[in-house]
């Protein structure tokens, strides 16, 4: 038996999103049925680096199959402009639960984009008003591609508002949209006032206010991986139905983590999860719903989820790179 070698190439071509947001709404439901072990996410602080590793392990079963695997990723920030390397990389062991087979190597750096934008799509299904036609990204990082690319899977996204910044950041967001929808740069204002928002920016002190989202916006906050990063005004958070990923995972490091600690939030703040949704055990959006948000801190059981299909489609294909990893055959 060989494990199978796939770049980040390998994993953009045969991990569709089309596939990946269902399979990562499977992820949550098996979560939210106790159908999934996944212990904490873990930290390694590097800071003579400015960087951390984490480390993400998980199995999941479903009615139709089950996974398992662990993600090695990090952040180093100054890795582009000292070493000409992404921010984020990262690595993903993708294993045969009967047997612990390491099935697939993945690149991490891929995945997670997939991942991520699949979990916003999840939500935004459950929680967007049924008609929402506008998107608004507040960064133009990586991500924002993948936020679009996902969340367009789940609602017919016509005019897009992106805000950031770097003026060349914008500019080249707009490029690679405009054959396919309406879209400009604009402010976080006018960003904030669509149908649904996604922001994907790492700072920590809070850029969206509260009076420049629409009365029914849904948002994913997905910028927020780290104690200390928060990108919503605490009154938006306060106002709206508030879904989170993982309980442990947000309080420790999501878009509610701090005025989580300040004690502005507790738990009657959390409406649930998202899992809890997907499963029918609590309600997403029904007809009086203001604001909501999804608070997403990426969970291990996405990133399992998401490799099966990339190693599965990759394995018919026979693109990759297969090789001896145990040494015997």
Same mark, same amino acid.
């Given at each position: 038996?060989?494990?199978?070698?796939?770049?980040?190439?390998?994993?953009?071509?045969?991990?569709?999103?089309?596939?990946?947001?269902? !399979?990562?709404?499977?992820?949550?439901?098996?979560?939210?049925?106790?159908?999934?072990?996944?212990?904490?996410?873990?930290?390694?602080?590097?800071?003579?680096?400015?960087?951390?590793?984490?480390?993400?392990?998980?199995?999941?079963?479903?009615?139709?199959?089950?996974? !398992?695997?662990?993600?090695?990723?990090? *952040?180093?920030?100054?890795?582009?402009?000292?070493?000409?390397?992404?921010?984020?990389?990262?690595?993903?062991?993708?294993?045969?639960?009967?047997?612990?087979?390491?099935?697939?190597?993945?690149?991490?750096?891929?995945?997670?984009?997939?991942?991520?934008?699949?979990?916003?799509?999840?939500?935004?299904?459950?929680?967007?008003?049924?008609?929402?036609?506008?998107?608004?990204? *507040?960064? !133009?990082?990586?991500?924002?591609?993948?936020?679009?690319?996902?969340?367009?899977? *789940?609602?017919?996204?016509?005019?897009?508002?992106?805000?950031?910044?770097?003026?060349?950041?914008?500019?080249?967001?707009?490029?690679?949209?405009?054959?396919?929808?309406?879209?400009?740069?604009?402010?976080?204002?006018?960003?904030?006032?669509?149908?649904?928002?996604?922001?994907?920016?790492?700072?920590?002190?809070?850029?969206?206010?509260?009076?420049?989202?629409?009365?029914?916006?849904?948002?994913?906050?997905?910028?927020?991986?780290?104690?200390?990063?928060?990108?919503?005004?605490?009154?938006?958070?306060?106002?709206?139905?508030?879904?989170?990923?993982?309980?442990?995972?947000?309080?420790?490091?999501?878009?509610?983590? *701090?005025?989580?600690?300040?004690?502005?939030?507790?738990?009657?703040?959390?409406?649930?999860?998202?899992?809890?949704?997907?499963?029918?055990?609590?309600?997403?959006?029904?007809?009086?719903?203001?604001?909501?948000?999804?608070?997403?801190?990426?969970?291990?059981?996405?990133?399992?989820?998401?490799?099966?299909?990339?190693?599965?489609?990759?394995?018919?294909?026979?693109?990759?790179?297969?090789?001896?990893?145990?040494?015997?055959?």
């Amino acid at each position: 038996m060989e494990t199978l070698l796939l770049n980040g190439d390998d994993v953009r071509e045969h991990a569709s999103l089309s596939e990946v947001v269902p !399979a990562v709404e499977a992820a949550f439901a098996a979560f939210a049925r106790g159908d999934a072990q996944m212990p904490a996410k873990s930290y390694i602080d590097l800071p003579a680096y400015n960087g951390d590793f984490r480390s993400m392990p998980a199995y999941l079963s479903t009615p139709e199959w089950d996974a !398992a695997g662990i993600k090695w990723i990090n *952040v180093h920030p100054d890795n582009p402009e000292k070493f000409d390397l992404p921010t984020v990389l990262g690595t993903m062991i993708y294993s045969d639960p009967e047997t612990a087979f390491p099935l697939a190597i993945l690149d991490g750096k891929e995945l997670t984009q997939l991942r991520t934008g699949a979990a916003a799509a999840v939500a935004t299904d459950h929680l967007a008003v049924a008609d929402a036609d506008s998107l608004g990204v *507040v960064g !133009a990082g990586v991500q924002s591609y993948t936020q679009l690319r996902a969340i367009a899977q *789940v609602r017919d996204i016509e005019r897009v508002v992106v805000a950031d910044r770097d003026e060349e950041r914008t500019a080249a967001f707009v490029a690679a949209f405009e054959d396919e929808f309406d879209v400009v740069g604009g402010s976080i204002t006018e960003a904030a006032s669509c149908d649904v928002l996604s922001t994907v920016t790492p700072v920590e002190s809070p850029i969206v206010p509260r009076e420049a989202v629409g009365p029914h916006t849904h948002i994913n906050a997905i910028g927020a991986d780290a104690a200390g990063k928060h990108e919503l005004d605490d009154g938006i958070l306060l106002d709206s139905k508030l879904v989170i990923d993982d309980y442990e995972q947000t309080t420790h490091s999501g878009e509610i983590n *701090v005025p989580w600690n300040q004690g502005v939030l507790d738990d009657d703040d959390i409406h649930g999860s998202v899992g809890e949704i997907v499963i029918g055990e609590k309600p997403g959006r029904v007809a009086d719903d203001g604001v909501t948000v999804f608070d997403s801190t990426g969970l291990a059981i996405q990133d399992v989820a998401a490799a099966r299909i990339a190693y599965e489609h990759a394995t018919a294909a026979e693109a990759g790179y297969a090789f001896d990893f145990l040494g015997v055959g």
